[in-house]
């Protein structure tokens, strides 16, 4: 009862705090004209029955003509641009925090401040007056409304049809005379702005639509709102996608195997987890025994987290007063976003931070990153459960194994037919406000985080110490502050041995379907907004690129997003056991399961030890070479320490949903690439990731499924590559016995399976094959095993097909052959030659390779060669390589390697003319556009809009606190372009988007099929019945997509968006441009319809 009582006190005294603290807040404008001085000083002296809402009408009056709204936020001086929008949107973040934490006095006190000094009232923009407006709208307090507009007439500025709305809906709430309302209707009518607007074009909650109805029926009885347009629903114009969405009542759309009430509860669940925010998870590391230091250490923990959670209340609570103080004298200060989340959710957020330091320390600026980033991302969960609930069960009728609907249609079209809400567009927050907030509260635990220094030294005095230090170290040879955390915590963690993670709700998978994608930021999670298309933090052109769009130019990129989220996933028991039996032995580095701590390299010990470089008889050579070895040991064991938690976050997570089914919700990076959300456990990982995953709903095998797992097994050993299929089968039934013998003693047996290039995924088929030939009937047994057919060197198939290169198709299996062609073996061979006839000539680099080029040594460059690699890039590759040879002799590797990546250049040269060419001309346009001062931009074939976030770096100096950080972005649309990244970038760029553009319509296509259908880019999954099925479709929409022509489209687009405005056609680079997009490289003869019987285009 006491406790209770001194709670109520507390909050009495918060409240009472303040109450006096807004009181102090300045409400009145400083106005710069004195004609409106004047008449707000007589307004306030006036005492009519009325005033405030005489005045607001006369001030409408005397409103000036209407500015744009670009004009409205153009700032008065366009030098310093940059710096300029930097702040702007810091300035409107700010008071949309001050508006969702209710301190809409305090941005009502920062906006008259800036309002009131001529160089920070530039700043100031329609959308930011509107925005408190609105917030004085929502609480009826009319005079604080009318302070804002004589200050919005004060700028410069014209009301819009949001500014009419905040009035007319504070009249509502009021309950105001009708005259009022009459002449602030007449008014807007002057102004040149529809009644009818304020209804269709503003967005309004349905208290405020209903407050705003009742003062317009008050001047207007009659008046009925107008509906919302209900259009027929949008179709996309894509020639590429009419078959999609043409009308069919025989498609049959593939469903989940679950009934609706399984997937009710799904949902029911998933919703649990997202409104958390967090979830905990059990930790896969050996249990410890629990002796007595181990009990010690975990109750020593317990008492010091009970101690640092009322320290960071406490601390937090200071630093918002400070920051509120700030606020006060006008300035922006981070009081409105520490109020975001409740004190108890930060202190969690700061606890967790702490618990997963590693032991070596993190990056100050990266802490600041992720910390303020986990604000952002947790500040508006949406709330409208409820009727969420009701339409999620309506719209799980598509996908219920045992409901029916009226007509087929895709998830999107039903989920918009059951009258979707859009979800609230959010705006990011500048890059240096996420860090500073970030910043503040990394410092708050520092401050918050101390121990006893008994636990660093028991006979020490019984001292408090922090444990956190600050701290420099050099990494990649600059100098950076590192929070690195005391020994003697590390070690107390080490012996509590706890054995739980914490994970945010949006960074695993989903326990229910993802909602469908509807717009460029609604789709995937239930309650957490995603965007659609994933950029830096604070950059903004990729959204506004996409919202500009036509909606049902998206449809495609939606749809799929929505089929690859939609695929149902489980844990493949079997194989996570035999990895967790490995990953806490110790490890197996050779089979990708990394090796815990103790296995990292010591420091070196003795005359080596880093002491030793103080002995005065070491010289500065053995002095030198000590650090080197110093430096490189601590850079394995930070590397295996990263790979250590990158598995343990993995299998995790895997064993926390070993029983359950799960969903994987997609989106897209800026060339569409599609990617899960979820980062630690999906499908694009490693070969132990793949293997951990399989589909949750089976498919009888059929007449062929057996067939395509065994040739699927012996792809992934990595053998066989020259030979056919039929070869590749006949060579699984010969190794039948290995396979058995593989999947029933994987650890024990003979571990063929250990050999193969991808051996955890090697092992998951021998399992499954096993299952099969077992199985009374093979045809009718059920798998959920995935079956991949991957692209051969996908990007130059597409570089081949855009300039009908016949050399070049048959190099890379666009021509159907009875072998498949292996690119890499021929480039290999071609280099080869080349160095025979260096050889000859005496050259004696190409002596000492006689022996060594073979297909891995080409590899990596020969496939990265498309997406752009250098020369100096393609050097490193080949330089590993030539390392991994231990025959090789390693003083002449960096000779070497400089001689071979220019001959695989020369080779792919003479082999790929077309490409080549291809390539030039993409690099030169995005040079000239570059220098015309744009970005690159362009259109894939599926409509989806692309712009390349290149541009020169802007920093940002965040002082003060532990250190001064410097904040740098690449993504700042205000600077120039960055042409070295442009150029170099577009080539890859714009064939990334082709590759997707192709898996777009191949999953929509499997789905219309009927088909389970994922992707990791160019390698496409689906289940072994139905490879010959997506094999077909494959063909066909690659076929299609490069029916269209590209490179001209291309041509034609980049000339109307550079090259078509009169007040730059007059320039050098747009000449030189428009010459250069005239120049479209010349096609070749190859025919496109011969891909469609290449067997090995995709195997």
């Known amino acids: 009862m ?28 400083r106005l710069l004209s004195r004609k409106l001085a004047s008449q707000l000083q007589h307004w306030e002296q006036g005492t009519p029955r009325s005033p405030w809402e005489e005045q607001l009408a006369q001030l409408l009056q005397e409103a000036p003509q209407r500015l744009g709204g670009k004009a409205a936020a153009a700032p008065a001086v366009r030098g310093p641009e940059s710096r300029l929008e930097g702040q702007q949107q810091r300035l409107l973040s700010f008071f949309e925090c001050c508006l ?121 009885p009659s008046f009925t709102p107008p509906r919302l347009p209900v259009s027929p629903p949008q179709v996309n114009t894509s020639p590429l996608l009419r078959d999609i969405y ?43 025994l629990l002796t007595k230091e181990v009990l010690h250490a975990r109750k020593t923990l317990a008492g010091l987290r009970s101690r640092w959670k009322t320290a960071l209340y406490q601390e937090l609570q200071e630093t918002k007063e400070s920051e509120a103080h700030a606020a006060q004298e006008g300035r922006l200060s981070l009081f409105p976003y520490l109020c975001l989340l409740s004190e108890k959710e930060v202190v969690g957020m700061l606890l967790q931070t702490l618990q997963a330091l590693p032991a070596q320390g993190e990056s100050l600026l990266f802490l600041a990153h992720e910390l303020g980033l986990r604000v952002f991302k947790r500040k508006q969960l949406r709330n409208e459960v409820q009727e969420l609930e009701q339409r999620y069960s309506e719209y799980l009728h598509l996908l219920a194994s045992d ?22 567009h959010e705006q990011p927050w500048p890059t240096s406000v996420v860090v500073q907030l970030g910043k503040q509260l990394a410092e708050v635990l520092v401050r918050a985080a101390r121990m006893p220094s008994s636990l660093a030294a028991p006979r020490s005095p019984a001292t408090l110490i922090p444990v956190l230090y600050h701290v420099y170290s050099f990494r990649s040879f600059r100098q950076i502050g590192i929070l690195k955390p005391h020994p003697a915590f590390t070690q107390l963690l080490e012996t509590a041995a706890e054995r739980t993670l914490t994970f945010e709700s949006t960074d695993v998978p989903m326990l229910c379907p993802p909602l469908p994608w509807t717009s460029p930021h609604s789709g995937a999670f239930l309650l957490s907004p995603t965007k659609m298309m994933r950029s830096v933090e604070g950059s903004q052109q990729h959204q506004l ?20 989220g939609n695929c149902a996933w489980r844990v493949n028991g079997r194989v996570l056991d035999l990895v967790l039996e490995l990953f806490n032995d110790k490890g197996c580095p050779r089979l990708g399961v990394p090796a815990p701590p103790s296995e990292a390299p010591r420091p070196p010990e003795g005359r080596q030890a880093p002491k030793g470089c103080l002995l005065p008889e070491v010289s500065p050579a053995e002095k030198a070479e000590m650090r080197r070895e110093l430096a490189r040991r601590l850079k394995v064991a930070r590397e295996m320490q990263s790979l250590r ?44 990731a793949r293997a951990l995953l399989e589909f949750a709903q089976g498919r009888p095998l059929g007449p062929h499924g057996l067939n395509w797992l065994k040739i699927h097994l012996v792809n992934l050993t990595g053998l066989k590559k020259r030979e056919s299929l039929e070869a590749r089968r006949d060579y699984a039934d010969e190794l039948m016995e290995d396979i058995l013998d593989s999947a029933d003693r994987p650890m024990t047996g003979r571990k063929w399976w250990m050999e193969a290039d991808e051996p955890w995924q090697a092992l998951a088929c021998c399992m499954e094959v096993a299952r099969a030939v077992r199985a009374p009937d093979p045809t009718a047994y059920v798998s959920h095993f995935p079956v991949h057919q991957d692209g051969s060197c996908n990007g130059l198939q597409h570089y081949a097909a855009l300039g009908r290169d016949g050399a ?33 000539q005496g050259v004696r680099v190409a002596q000492m390779l006689e022996g060594f080029i073979g297909r891995k040594v080409v590899k990596q460059t020969v496939m990265t060669v498309v997406y752009g690699v250098t020369r100096y890039g393609g050097r490193l590759q080949i330089e590993k390589r030539l390392r991994e040879i231990h025959d ?33 001309w993409l690099t030169e346009s995005a040079r000239l556009i570059s220098h015309t001062g744009s970005a690159v931009e362009w259109v894939t074939p599926l409509g989806i809009p692309i712009v390349q976030p290149y541009h020169r770096d802007s920093k940002v100096m965040i002082k003060g606190g532990l250190q001064s950080l410097t904040v740098s972005s690449s993504v700042d649309t205000s600077q120039k372009p960055n042409t070295l990244k442009q150029k170099n970038g577009f080539p890859p760029n714009f064939i990334h988007s082709l590759d997707s553009s192709h898996m777009i319509l191949t999953a929509l296509h499997c789905y219309r099929k009927g088909l389970t259908f994922v992707s990791v880019h160019d390698c496409f999954w689906t289940h072994a019945a139905d490879v010959a099925v997506m094999n077909q479709v494959c063909r066909e929409q690659f076929v299609r997509l490069h029916s269209q022509p590209i490179l001209h489209n291309l041509s034609r687009f980049l000339i109307k968006r550079f090259c078509s405005d009169p007040r730059t056609s007059k320039s050098v680079w747009v000449s030189r441009l428009m010459d250069t997009l005239l120049s479209v490289p010349k096609a070749g003869t190859f025919n496109l319809e011969q891909v469609k019987r290449s067997t090995y285009f995709f195997s």
């Open 2 to 29: 006491e406790k209770r009582k001194q709670r109520l006190e507390g909050k009495l005294q918060k409240h009472v705090e303040k109450v006096a603290w807004q009181k102090q807040l300045r409400l009145e404008p």
């Open 100 to 220: 969702l934490t209710g301190h809409l006095p305090l941005a009502h006190h920062v906006l008259v401040t800036h309002h009131s000094k001529s160089q920070q009232r530039r700043l100031l923009t329609l959308s930011m007056y509107n925005m408190v407006m609105l917030g004085w709208a929502r609480q009826g307090s009319f005079k604080e409304l009318t302070y804002v507009f004589f200050m919005l007439k004060d700028a410069g500025l014209a009301p819009d049809l949001r500014s009419y709305a905040a009035a007319l809906q504070c009249m509502g709430r009021l309950d105001q005379d009708a005259g009022t309302i009459r002449r602030c209707l007449k008014q807007m009518a002057q102004d040149g702005l529809q009644l009818q607007g304020l209804f269709t074009a503003v967005p309004l909650g349905a208290e405020e639509r209903a407050e705003l109805l009742r003062a317009v029926r008050k001047a207007k």
């Open 246 to 288: 043409a009308k069919d009542p025989a498609v049959s759309y593939p469903r989940l195997h679950l009934s609706l009430k399984e997937l009710q509860g799904l949902f029911r669940r998933q919703l649990r987890v997202e409104m958390a925010t967090t979830i905990t998870v059990e930790s896969v590391e050996k249990v410890p």
């Open 403 to 424: 409901t029916q609907v009226e007509e087929p249609c895709l998830p999107r079209q039903r989920w918009e037919a059951l009258g979707e809400t859009e979800a609230p």
């Open 545 to 564: 690129l996409l919202e500009r769009c036509p909606p049902a130019e998206l449809h495609g990129a939606l749809d799929a997003l929505t089929q690859l």
């Open 645 to 688: 938690a990158d598995a343990l976050y993995r299998l995790s997570l895997a064993q926390h949903l070993r029983h359950c089914v799960f969903w994987l919700p997609h989106n897209m990076d800026f060339r569409g690439r599609t990617y899960p959300c979820s980062p630690h456990f999906n499908h694009l990982g490693s070969d132990l």
């Open 808 to 840: 070049g198709a048959a190099s890379v299996n666009l021509l159907p052959s009875d072998l498949p062609q292996d690119v890499y073996s021929e480039v290999a061979a071609q280099v080869e030659v080349f160095r025979r006839q260096d050889a000859e």
């Open 888 to 920: 090789f002799p390693q003083d002449f590797v960096w000779e070497a390697s400089h001689y071979l990546v220019r001959q695989v250049f020369n080779s792919l040269q003479e082999m790929f003319s077309g490409t080549r060419s291809i390539q030039r």
